[in-house]
């Protein structure tokens, strides 16, 4: 709709210069993935060299940590939505302890949570050197996102409605929670997800205390490369994780917004 | 169609909530096979939870227990006691078509497709939703969200039908002719149904009783006329209809009575002094005075069409409503002179 407010011309410049300020480093770091030698500019030629080292060095990364992230995200539909629903009806006040209490992890450090992990299970060898290792931390960090959002969904006034016409109609629990609530708190659980899988993708902090040499994800793959590589490899590194993930989040925000239309009230 | 009749009987139940306010005091209510019966009250009354304690959604507290015809049905969760119901703002599913909708008791009770698309086809045409089978509820008005709520509810052939506040989402001219279809079906359907609201006009044309209720008790139960002509209670009387409240006074040789517009009326009840009586605005009629300088003057006039509705100023009985026919030739700022039957004021004894 084209609002008859005239632009102030000097808003739209700071936005652009905003706008450009944040972009530039995202753009630098990218090209200079591109090019023959990070220090002479792009007059040194560009190359898909570091692009190759990258793959060759670090492309199990890649596989890892979206194999992670979405094992995440099915522990979160699994775990998180269930949870969601048992503190949606909880009449105890038992039940906002226990929300603030998930949320716990988001506040603290990851090293501290890690640090917390490595202390309680890092004697069971087979786990500690796992990605499952890995996937607890993360699993973690992202069910309050998860939680909170869904839960915000199934205590709407008209979900409880809808549970309690499916219920006089005759369906017992699990008929309700599959046939009724989850198809109706289904955009909210696809946009929980949506934060859980982008969550768990960049997570760094966490993955960094609890990863082992065979299991590393894409952040700390970058990280390694930072520190023991040419800058140039670094930034190809930032370049894949972009043409990764970036792809993979629209695809996600589509079916979001697809089954918000057909589900969305 | 024919449904099942059974009675359903509230007793002593009540209903304290978590936060301390106690929703409905303590409760007996029979209504019989087939009745169709209103709870009727404003906000807040306990209306709503009368219903859900007859639904299964709330538990009464105590030794409280409801029973449909010769069951027990206290201990039974909501989706085994066999009732349909109405909600407010219908609570469709809407990722599932209208057919789906009516449908979904019978699936969820393992009836057989075929069954369930003949029951669905009939009762299609009983609510006159011929060509909207395959819609979503979002693609509907909401006249027709509130057919398909109702055939939903009645698809799964419900000992007792419970409709809470079905047309309050509805506006004015719709919510008029919903009310009359919605009335006619539940006499053709014969079943026992309790419908709750806090519009006395929707429960006087719906229901066969009214339950009126106040501040979480029953106040009065009986039949829209009985409760319009000779109400127990004075809440019952200002909340069916209009209603003007007087003062009684004692005259000089000890009778009790009021004063309106110079004029003498008794009370032949026994009421004490400094108690109230009322009067209907259609009980007062009004007619030419001689003097212009008579102080009851017509204070307000809104022509309604059918009806006038007047205000007229007393000097002894304050400003009173009165209700006029079409064609009352009195205008604002006339003075007039009024006339009320002795029998028509209603007294209240202790209640």
Partial sequence: ?265 | MELERTAVDIRQCEKTFLDGTKALQLTNLLIEPGEVVALLGPSGCGKTTLLRIIAGLEKSDGDGSVWFGSDNVTRLPVERRGIGMVFQHYALFPQMSVASNIGYGLKIRGVSEQEIKRTVGELVDLVRLNGLEHRKPKELSGGQRQRVALARAIAVRPKVLLLDEPLTALDAKLKESLRDELADLLRRLNITAIHVTHDQHEAMSIADRLVVMLAGKVVQVGTAEDLYRSPKHPFVASFLGRINTLKVIRDSRGQTGVCIGGTWIPCFASVNKDSEVMLRPEDISLSVVDSLDSPTKIAHRVFLGDRVHLRVHTEDAGDLLVDAARDCPFQTGESVKVHVAAEALMSFGDY
């Fill in chain 1, 1 to 265: 709709m084209k609002s008859n407010i005239r632009q102030s011309p000097i808003l739209l410049l700071l936005t652009i210069l905003v706008s450009l300020f944040i972009i530039c480093p995202a753009l630098l770091s990218i090209t200079s993935g591109l090019e023959e030698n990070y220090s002479k500019g792009w007059k040194s030629g560009f190359t898909l060299r570091w692009l190759r080292d990258v793959w060759s060095n670090y492309g199990n990364t890649v596989t890892a940590s979206i194999a992670i992230a979405l094992c995440c995200v099915i522990g979160n539909v699994l775990l998180g939505v269930t949870g969601a629903y048992a503190l949606a009806r909880s009449k105890s006040k038992l039940s906002i302890w226990f929300e603030e209490l998930l949320t716990l992890p988001v506040a603290v450090p990851g090293l501290a949570t890690a640090l917390a992990l490595i202390l309680a299970y890092g004697q069971v060898r087979e786990f500690r050197q796992s990605f499952a290792f890995v996937l607890v931390g993360h699993m973690i960090f992202t069910l309050p996102f998860m939680v909170r959002t869904v839960a915000a969904s199934f205590r709407r006034q008209e979900l409880i409605a809808l549970e309690e016409a499916s219920a006089t109609l005759g369906a017992g629990f699990i008929e309700r929670f599959f046939s009724i609530l989850v198809p109706a708190a289904l955009p909210a659980i696809l946009s929980g997800s949506l934060m859980v899988f982008t969550l768990s993708i960049g997570e760094f902090n966490l993955t960094w205390m609890l990863h082992t040499p065979l299991t590393r994800t894409l952040p700390v793959g970058l990280a390694d490369s930072y520190a023991s590589m040419r800058i140039e490899i670094g930034s190809a590194y930032t370049m894949v994780f972009f043409i990764v993930v970036l792809p993979l989040l629209w695809l996600m925000q589509f079916v979001a917004s697809l089954a918000d239309k057909k589900y969305g009230t």
